[in-house]
Nanobody, 120 residues
Framework: QVQLVESGGGLVQPGGSLRLSCAASGNIFSIYTMGWYRQYPGKQRELVAIAGGGTTNYADSVKGRFTISRDNAKNTVYLQMNSLKPEDTAVYYC???????????????WGQGTQVTVSS
């Protein structure tokens, strides 16, 4: 079994910062991509940032404000969010594309989601 556990969401004022964390545990052989997505009420999840293969990519709306990083030794991905805006309010999910021990195929695993609210 693989489990992704997120932390770090909450309420912050506009212009403030938050750092999200997502740690994976279980019988993991290797993790290929780690990413963050967000979902607005009634909308589909959208990509915020992704890290893999030595590169990172960001949604245009967060470029220059958000930074994704990963600690492979800890099977953890982070999202540093600065200069937060009310429109960043959403539920944030981490996703990892990984290979389990003894399994040849890679699968996507999702975290449970964490609420980020930007409001004064």
């Amino acid at each position: 079994q693989v489990q992704l556990v997120e932390s770090g969401g909450g309420l912050v004022q506009p212009g403030g910062s938050l750092r999200l964390s997502c740690a994976a545990s279980g019988n993991i052989f290797s993790i290929y991509t780690m990413g963050w997505y967000r979902q607005y009420p009634g909308k589909q999840r959208e990509l915020v940032a992704i890290a893999g293969g030595g590169t990172t990519n960001y949604a245009d709306s967060v470029k220059g404000r958000f930074t994704i990083s990963r600690d492979n030794a800890k099977n953890t991905v982070y999202l540093q969010m600065n200069s937060l805006k009310p429109e960043d309010t959403a539920v944030y999910y981490c996703k990892m594309n990984l290979q389990r021990v003894g399994v040849r195929i890679m699968y996507d695993y999702w975290g449970q989601g964490t609420q980020v609210t930007v409001s004064s």
